[in-house]
Structure formats: structure tokens, C-alpha cells
């Protein structure tokens, strides 16, 4: 199983969270995926964001990295399941503050296919 997390800024720490996401970065593919910077409300989501992707083999080191680094930042932690309504509402985690999140954005694209929360590279 893969897993996402959704590292939550404010607009103007956007500097704040490219540091992150290059720090991220320095623990390598095997530990930790950095996948994108999102500097602006992307679907269900009220704030911008950094996603992290890992592996059910490196989530315990993954999210330990994670919550010695997030700061003040709330945190989303979930599985990546591909039934998104789920994968953001159930067996969650969530390091800080926990964040409304806007479910009938997952009714919405449920016609409209070109609206997509994650794109993978893989």
C-alpha cells in the first residue's frame, strides 16, 4: 500500500516550504517520495500544500521524519487507495492540527474524470 501526506502551509511561507520539500528530498526515493509543491488551494484542500508520498515499507521511518519536521504545520496522513473519498475521511492520520476538508469535492469529480487530486508520475 502507498501513502500520501498532505503537509499544509500558509500562502505566504511558500519559501518556508520549497526549504522543506529540499529537505525532503535529502532522504532519498527509498524512504521518502517528494512529489510536488501545490503553492495554491488544490481540491478538497483549504490551505497549500506539500505531498510526500512512501510506502507501507518505509512508513514508519517516513512519517517519523515527518512529524520531527513538520513544525507548526498540520499534517494529513492517509492511504493511497485510489478511492479518494475514503483514502481522505477514513483511517487517517494527523500530526497537528486537524483540517476541515471539503468531501463534496470528491462527489464533483466523480462526473468530471479531468479533475484529479493526485496525478501520478509512476
Keep these: 500500500m502507498n501513502y500520501h501526506a498532505h503537509v499544509y502551509f500558509e500562502a505566504g511561507e511558500l519559501e518556508k516550504a520549497e526549504e522543506f520539500f529540499a529537505q525532503a528530498r535529502t532522504m532519498g526515493p527509498a524512504v521518502l517520495q517528494v512529489h510536488k509543491i501545490f503553492p495554491k488551494v488544490v481540491g478538497p484542500h483549504d490551505l497549500p500544500m506539500v505531498e ?71
Excluded: C, M, Y
Design 52 to 122: 510526500l508520498r512512501f510506502s507501507d515499507e518505509t512508513k514508519t521511518d517516513a512519517i517519523a521524519w515527518i512529524e520531527a519536521n513538520h513544525g507548526e504545520w498540520s499534517v494529513l496522513i492517509h492511504q493511497d487507495s485510489g478511492d479518494d473519498l475514503e483514502d481522505h475521511s477514513r483511517n487517517v492520520i494527523w500530526l497537528g492540527k486537524a483540517l476541515p476538508l471539503h468531501f463534496e469535492f470528491f462527489k464533483l469529480i466523480e462526473g468530471r474524470p479531468d479533475l484529479v487530486i493526485h496525478k501520478t508520475t509512476d
